[in-house]
């Protein structure tokens, strides 16, 4: 949001599957984290029963139905963080990182008094 305003405009386009969409995302669902469990589909079910029945009647667990079972709307993997939205790697959080220090540090180094 600070790089949206310094630069006038936006630093993703929204469902565009970039890093910082999927970040949205993310915060979006930790963000309203107080009415998570009410709109899962298995309300008032119990997580773990939930998921023992789900898991028996065969059906294959997607990110999508995780997310409707866990008390958590982020939760960590192996590989980075997953929510009922999205997958963020941790290489692809890391290269965003970079990239906006980078950009951080040509700022701070910037003699504004040489374009006078």
Not at 21 to 40: P, T
Not at 42 to 49: C, E, L, N, P, Y
Request: proline share 1%; glycine share 8%; charged share 25%.
């Amino acid at each position: 949001m600070l790089f949206n305003g310094i630069l006038g405009k936006r630093q993703f386009v929204k469902n565009d599957g970039s890093v910082l969409d999927r970040l949205n995302k993310a915060y979006n669902q930790i963000k309203y984290v107080e009415s998570y469990g009410e709109s899962s589909q298995f309300k008032g079910q119990g997580s773990f029963q939930a998921l023992v029945r789900y898991q028996n009647e065969g059906s294959s667990m997607e990110r999508e139905a995780i997310g409707d079972l866990s008390t958590t709307p982020l939760w960590i993997t192996n590989d980075g963080f997953e929510c009922k939205m999205c997958m963020i790697s941790f290489v692809g959080l890391s290269e965003k990182i970079i990239d906006y220090y980078e950009e951080a540090e040509a700022c701070a180094v910037h003699d504004v008094n040489a374009h006078q």
